[in-house]
C-alpha cells in the first residue's frame, strides 16, 4: 500500500493459482534444434493426454513429419517396417546381448550316446533391435532361447553377457519371458492378468505413476480391448478364445517394462492379421524404449519378417547356425552361396 500497488481480491489470486496448477505442460525442444530459431518447425509443440504424458510423453519425428506422436499413438496404431522410430527419453536401460559357444546335449541314456541338440553358436545383439529365431521344427529355436533367458534347467555349455559382463542373480529383473504356455488362473480377467505382471515388476523410479493408463495401451494395442473385463477361464470354466489367450500372454509379457524380452512363438494360433498386429507391437516397444526383443517365430509372411532387425537361422539334425545377421541381407546372402530364394513365394 505504501508503495501504490493495489491489493487483488483473494478470488483473483486463487483462480491465478489453479490455472497455473492445471496449465498442460509444455513439450521440449527437439535434440539438435535451436530454441532462438524462428524457423516454424521449431515452435510446433503438441501435448500428449493421459498416461502417455507422464511417461512417454516426448516426441517422435520423421524425415516427413514435424508432429509430436506419444508412444501410446505408436502403440494404438503401428508403424511399418521402414518407418523409423525416435527412441524415447523414458526409455529403459539399454542391455545388449552376448552369446559365445552356446550348446546344449541330452544326456545319454543307458548304453547310449548323449544326443547333441545344439551345435556351439555364437551372436550379438544391441538394445532396442528386434530379432528373430528362425528354422524348421527340432532345429533348437526354443533351447536357445531358453539358454539366453536362463530359464533352462538342465545343465549347458558356453557364456551369455548381458552388456559385457556374465549375468548374476538380478538378471530376472531385466528380462521377460513370453513362454508357449501360460498358466493363468481361470477367474482371472483380461485386465487383472495383465496389471498383475505390470505392478509385480515395476521399476522403482516409476512407482509414483499409475499402470492403468499403460494397460489400456496394451489391450488397444493387441486388440483386447473388448474382452478386458472377460474371465480368462479353463478347462472347467468359459473364457477367452485360444488367440486371445495368446495375446493375454504376450501383453503381459510387454506389460513388464523388461530391458530384455523372450518371446517363444508368440504368433502361433493367431491369424496373418493378428500376428502382424503382436509383431509391430513388439517393433514399437523395442524401438521406443530401447528393448532388445528376441522372438521365436514360424514362417512369417513377408510384411512381419521385414519388421524384424536381426535373424537366426538354425538348421536341423543337429541344430546350427546356417545365418546370423540382419533380415534385409539374408537373402542376398543365401543367393551368393548358390542357395536362391526362387521368386514369388514367401523367402521365409
Excluded at 500372454?249 to 512363438?265: Q, Y
Amino acid at each position: 500500500r505504501k508503495a501504490g500497488f493495489r491489493l487483488q481480491p483473494t478470488e483473483l489470486i486463487v483462480s491465478r493459482v489453479v490455472a497455473t496448477l492445471v496449465a498442460p505442460p509444455v513439450a521440449m525442444p527437439e535434440l539438435g534444434q535451436n530454441k532462438d530459431s524462428g524457423d516454424a518447425s521449431s515452435v510446433i509443440q503438441s501435448t500428449c493426454s493421459g498416461f502417455g504424458n507422464s511417461l512417454h510423453g516426448d516426441t517422435l519425428s520423421s524425415e516427413n513429419a514435424s508432429s509430436s506422436i506419444c508412444t501410446d499413438d505408436l502403440m494404438m496404431n503401428p508403424t511399418g517396417g521402414k518407418s523409423v522410430i525416435r527412441k524415447s527419453e523414458y526409455s529403459l536401460p539399454g542391455a545388449s546381448l552376448t552369446f559365445k559357444d552356446l550348446t546344449f546335449s541330452l544326456p545319454a541314456s543307458r548304453g547310449g550316446k548323449s544326443k547333441v541338440v545344439l551345435e556351439p553358436c555364437s551372436g550379438h545383439f544391441d538394445a532396442g533391435q528386434m530379432v528373430a529365431i528362425m528354422g524348421p521344427s527340432g532345429c533348437g529355436k526354443t533351447t536357445l532361447l531358453d539358454m539366453l533367458a536362463a530359464k533352462k534347467t538342465t545343465t549347458y555349455d558356453g557364456m551369455v553377457l548381458v552388456n559385457g559382463r556374465p549375468r548374476d542373480r538380478l538378471f530376472r529383473r531385466i528380462a521377460a519371458y513370453v513362454g508357449q504356455e501360460d498358466m493363468m488362473p481361470a477367474h482371472w480377467t483380461v485386465r487383472d492378468a495383465i496389471k498383475f505382471n505390470a505392478t509385480l515388476k515395476r521399476q522403482p523410479n516409476r512407482a509414483h505413476q499409475s499402470v492403468d493408463g499403460w494397460i489400456d495401451v496394451l489391450l488397444i494395442s493387441f486388440d483386447l480391448q473388448a474382452v478386458a473385463n472377460s474371465y480368462i477361464g479353463g478347462a472347467e470354466a468359459r473364457g477367452i478364445s485360444g488367440g486371445q489367450r495368446r495375446r493375454v500372454t504376450l501383453a503381459r509379457g510387454v506389460a513388464a517394462h523388461a530391458s530384455l524380452l523372450f518371446c517363444d512363438e508368440p504368433t502361433s494360433g493367431l491369424s496373418a492379421t493378428d500376428a502382424e498386429s503382436c509383431v509391430k507391437a513388439l517393433r514399437t516397444v523395442a524401438k521406443r524404449l530401447g528393448v532388445m526383443c528376441m522372438v521365436v517365430i514360424h514362417q512369417p509372411r513377408n510384411e512381419v519378417a521385414q519388421l524384424f532387425d536381426q535373424l537366426v537361422l538354425l538348421t536341423s539334425g543337429p541344430g546350427r547356425v546356417a545365418y546370423c545377421g540382419p533380415m534385409a541381407k539374408a537373402q542376398s546372402y543365401l543367393a551368393d552361396r548358390g542357395l536362391p530364394v526362387p521368386a514369388n513365394i514367401n523367402p521365409t
